[in-house]
């Protein structure tokens, strides 16, 4: 017999998926998402977020068949996975949100971390490729690796001592993300950076952790094509940033951990602190 759709009260994590021309990994991803995401003692929906597919990515999601994780389909205008991260996040309602991307590149066990640590009260908590307990299988070329060295230096002098803002696997306090989401502007893949220093401008403090990652080919990031507009959009950020800090706005701090509804959760892992001032602990 089929469950009745849990309510907006009822459903703890909403977990974005952004994807574009994703018809081929999605499947797999998101069977693989729906099976983790049904062991958590957590209620969990999926939002896949589709926007510039030319391929049968909506129809992959409209068929998804019902399971005791609800998937459901939201369509932007607009490409660029960081309008659609955005609108998912500003779609979301539930006390704890995140998003990953369609290929699941970083392993799912990283789900069981992120969530016990937000129901234990952390607001951000991102997978990172760069802390000393990562395991990274990487493929990329060697373009795309020197310009993510350089992207990550420049990441680091807005979002301090963060060893990797790229990682797609991000997870946040829901009314703290939801907040942060109304004022990105980034379209492109480097909204991450802006997002996280929207958060920390806002009060939070940001939670890494290491993940197992993987290069899943058909990515759909094309140094070529993608590597001017995620440079402009970097330093568009990094501006803004520095303008905000030279006239000291700041947001009215909202960060406070949502209800310890799920309290005695909690489970001590390997993971760095960053804080708005730049302090690691
Ligand atoms: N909705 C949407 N998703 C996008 C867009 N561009 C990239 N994505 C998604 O962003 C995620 C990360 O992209 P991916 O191709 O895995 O990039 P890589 O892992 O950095 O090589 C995937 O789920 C993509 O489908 C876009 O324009 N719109
Ligand atoms: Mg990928």
Redesign the pocket.
Known sequence: MKSPPLTAQQLAVEII??????ADRLPEGLAALCAKAATLPLSVAILV?????TDSTADVVRRWPAGPVPVGLLR?DR???G??VRAGLLATQAPFVGFC???M?TDLSALDVATRLLVAGHQVVIGSRGLRESVVQSRSSLARRAGAFVFRAVAASIVADSTDT?C?FKFFDGPLARMAAGSLRTA??AFDVELLEACLRLGATVTEIPVQWR??T????SVSRHSAAVFRGLGSIWLRSLAETVSGRNEDPTTEASPAAYAGWAMPVASAKLTSDGAAS
Do not use: W
């Not at 998926?17 to 994703?22: D, G, K, S, T």
């Not at 977020?49 to 597919?53: H, I, L």
């Not at 058909?218 to 990031?221: E, L, P, Q, R």
């Open positions: 998926v952004p994807a574009r021309n994703e977020v589709d926007s510039g597919s932007c490409p660029g996975k309008l659609a991307d369609a290929d590149a790229q797609g492109g893949f290069d899943v058909g990515s759909t990031f």
